[in-house]
C-alpha cells in the first residue's frame, strides 16, 4: 500500500535549526518546467505516464484541494492542479525549500512577519491572473474554515498585499517552526472560490479544477482519470502530455499490472519485490535503492490509540498504553508483514532513530524499546495498575482491556500488522479483535473524526518537531465526530501544549533542541501513540517509457506518494524516444 503524507503539509525533513532568518534566493524559479519543459519526440510525446497511489475500487469525482476524502488528496495529486508556494526535498535535509509560485521568503519582526514574494507571470489555468490577492485569500479561508486548514497553517494577526506579488503576513507569536505548513499550502483561485459556502466539503468536478498547475482534468470516471498538461502553464510545458490515474481494488492487482509493465510509478509495499517486481524486466523496473533495504526510512509508524474511545475507555488509562507498547513484537511485524523493508521503531520518543533524525533522538529515549514482546514490563505495568489476570485476560473491576484496531485490509502489510498484533496481544492477556471491513475513505474517517479505537498508521510532518506535533498536539485535534487534522488519539496535555509552545517560540537551535527534547519524553511517558516501525517511502518506477526518475544517487524529492512531490517529479521526467 502506499502512505498518503499531505496531512500537515508533510515530508520529512529532519532539521532543528528551520533557517529561522533566512531567505531563500529570489533568482530561481525553482521549476521543474525549467529542466523538464523539452518535449519528447512526436511520437513519444504523447506517452501516457500512469501512476498507482493507493488500492481503490472506485473514485468519486471530487477534486477539493481542502477535502482529504478528495480524489487529489487521496491519489496525491491536488498540485498537479493546485500548487503550494514552496516545495521541500524531505531526502536532502540540508536543502533549502524550493521556490514554486513563492519566488523567496524573509521572516523578520523575531520571526512573527513573513514576506513572501510570488513569481511574475502566472495564470490561473482559466486565462485569469494569479495574484498576492488570491493567496492571501487562501489564507484568510482556512482561518475562516477549520475543517479546510488540514495543513495546520498558523493562525495571522494580519495579512497586506504591498503590491501584486507580495504578502505579508503577521504572526502573534514566532511561527519560523510552522513555515512548512504555510509554504506547503495549495493555493486557490478568489475568482471562484468566494463563492463556495462551505469550502471542506463541497464538491468540486473535474470542470471546476482551476489552478495554476501544470496539469487539467482531462477525463473522469470511477475507474480511470485522466489528466492533460496545461498548454499555457506558467512553468513551460510539461514533458509528459498525459498522466492516468487507473483504480485497482487491492495491493496484488496494483502489484500485478506494475510488474507487467502496466504502472509506471507506484508507491506500493511488495513482498519480494525484487522477484516480484525488478526481476520482471530488470532493464526497466526500479527500486530508489539497488541494494535492501531498498527504501529509505520515511516516517514512525505507529499504532494510535483513540482517548475519547467510548468503546475502549481502557486505552485513557496511560499504564495500559505502555503495556500495549511492551507487548508489541516489532521484530516479527517487520519480518512477517513488511519483509523487513521497515525496520522496528527503537526509540519510545517517536523520531526515527535512523539517518533521518538519528542526531535529533534524545539520549533519554534511544534504544528504549525492545524489538520483541517483553512479557514481564507488561506483568509489572499491569499489576501495578490493579489488573489481575483472570481466565487469562488482565481483567481489572470486571472488565478486560478491550478494543480493536481497525485497518483496511485491502492494506495487506497493515491487515497483515494488525492480525498479527492482535494474536500476539491476546497471547499476553489482552481483548483485542481486529477489522478490516474499511475502504480507505471510510477507514480515514473514521480516525480523523475519533470514531475508532485504535490503527496502524503512517507518521506525518516534514521536520523532527512536526512528526512530533502530529502525535502530541492538541490544538490540532477535535471532539469525537468532528474532523481533526492532527493528534487522532484525541491526547490532551498541559505539558506537550507547553512544549510546542516553547519550540514554536524559540529563536534559537539550542532553545528548540530543550523543547525537542522535552516532546520526546512526554511522548516516552505518556505514550500517546505505540511507535512500531519505521516507515519505508515506498516507491517503484518503470523506466521504459520516461526517464529522469529521482534515485538514490539523485534524491531530487522524495518520491514516495506526497501531494506536491508528485507534480516536481513528473515535471522532470520525459519520454524515452
Known amino acids: 500500500m502506499s502512505r498518503n503524507t499531505t496531512i500537515k503539509g508533510l515530508a520529512l525533513v529532519a532539521v532543528v535549526g528551520l533557517g529561522l532568518t533566512a531567505c531563500t534566493s529570489s533568482g530561481a524559479t525553482g521549476n521543474g518546467g525549467s529542466s523538464s519543459s523539452a518535449s519528447g519526440s512526436t511520437g513519444s510525446s504523447t506517452k501516457t505516464l500512469v501512476i498507482e497511489d493507493k488500492p481503490v475500487p472506485s473514485f468519486d469525482e471530487d477534486f477539493n484541494p481542502f477535502d482529504g476524502n478528495a480524489f487529489g488528496a487521496n491519489e496525491n495529486a491536488i498540485s498537479l492542479t493546485y500548487e503550494p508556494l514552496f516545495m521541500f526535498n524531505s531526502l536532502k535535509s540540508d536543502q533549502p525549500p524550493i521556490p514554486w509560485l513563492g519566488k523567496s521568503y524573509a521572516w523578520s519582526n523575531g520571526n512573527k512577519t513573513l514576506t513572501i514574494n510570488l513569481q511574475s507571470g502566472v495564470k490561473w489555468s482559466d486565462g485569469q491572473a494569479f495574484s498576492s490577492a488570491d493567496v492571501k485569500f487562501t489564507f484568510e479561508l482556512l482561518q475562516k474554515t477549520a475543517a479546510a486548514n488540514t495543513g495546520g497553517v498558523p493562525a495571522t494577526t494580519s495579512m497586506t498585499t504591498p503590491d501584486s506579488n507580495t504578502l505579508v503576513m503577521n504572526f502573534s507569536t514566532p511561527q519560523a517552526s510552522n513555515f512548512v505548513a504555510i509554504g506547503n499550502q495549495v493555493i486557490v483561485p478568489q475568482h471562484l472560490w468566494s463563492s463556495v459556502s462551505n469550502p471542506a466539503t463541497a464538491q468540486i468536478t473535474s470542470a471546476q479544477a482551476i489552478g495554476t498547475g501544470p496539469y487539467l482534468v482531462d477525463k473522469f470516471s470511477s475507474q480511470n482519470v485522466t489528466y492533460k498538461a496545461n498548454p499555457s502553464y506558467w512553468g513551460g510545458a510539461p514533458a509528459v502530455k498525459e498522466i492516468s490515474f487507473p483504480a485497482y481494488a487491492t495491493n496484488d492487482a496494483a502489484t500485478l499490472a506494475l510488474a507487467s509493465g502496466q ?265 500517546p501513540a505505540v511507535p512500531v516501525l519505521y516507515g519505508a517511502a515506498w516507491y517503484e518506477y518503470s523506466s521504459a517509457n520516461f526517464t529522469g526518475w529521482p534515485t538514490s544517487d539523485n534524491p531530487f524529492i522524495n518520491p514516495s506518494p506526497n501531494s506536491q512531490a508528485y507534480e516536481y517529479l513528473v515535471l522532470k521526467l520525459k519520454p524515452v524516444s
Open 263 to 527: 504502472i509506471d510509478l507506484a508507491g506500493n509495499d511488495i513482498n519480494n519485490v525484487q522477484s516480484v517486481f525488478v526481476a520482471k524486466d530488470p532493464a526497466h523496473n526500479h527500486l530508489f535503492q539497488s541494494s535492501a533495504p531498498y527504501f529509505p526510512a520515511a516516517n514512525t509508524v505507529s499504532l494510535l490509540l483513540n482517548q475519547k474511545s467510548t468503546t475502549a475507555p481502557a486505552l485513557a488509562d496511560v499504564a495500559v498504553r505502555k503495556a500495549i507498547s511492551a507487548a508489541v513484537d516489532r521484530q516479527s511485524l517487520a519480518s512477517q508483514c513488511e519483509t523487513n523493508y521497515e525496520l522496528p521503531a527503537t526509540s519510545s520518543g517517536g523520531l526515527i532513530a535512523s539517518d533521518v533524525d538519528k542526531a535529533l533522538v534524545s539520549s533519554a529515549t534511544a534504544n528504549t524499546l525492545k524489538p520483541n514482546a517483553d512479557t514481564s514490563t507488561v506483568s509489572s505495568l499491569l499489576t501495578a495498575d490493579g489488573y489481575a489476570k483472570v481466565g487469562g485476560k488482565w481483567t481489572k473491576n470486571g472488565k478486560t482491556i478491550k478494543f480493536t484496531i481497525i485497518d483496511p485490509n485491502s492494506f495487506s502489510d497493515y491487515w497483515c500488522d494488525a492480525q498479527a498484533m492482535v494474536k500476539g496481544l491476546n497471547a499476553q492477556g489482552f481483548d483485542i479483535n481486529d477489522n478490516g471491513a474499511f475502504t480507505y475513505d471510510t477507514w480515514n474517517a473514521a480516525i480523523t473524526t475519533g470514531k475508532y479505537d485504535a490503527a496502524l498508521h503512517w507518521g506525518q510532518g516534514v521536520t523532527a518537531f512536526q512528526r512530533l506535533q502530529f502525535i502530541l498536539d492538541p490544538s490540532t485535534t477535535a471532539d469525537v465526530g468532528k474532523t481533526a487534522a492532527g493528534d487522532f488519539g484525541r491526547y490532551t496535555s498541559s505539558k506537550a501544549t507547553a512544549a510546542i509552545q516553547a519550540y514554536q517560540n524559540a529563536t534559537t537551535p539550542d532553545a528548540q533542541k530543550t523543547a525537542l527534547d522535552t516532546l520526546q519524553q512526554i511522548f516516552n511517558d505518556d505514550v
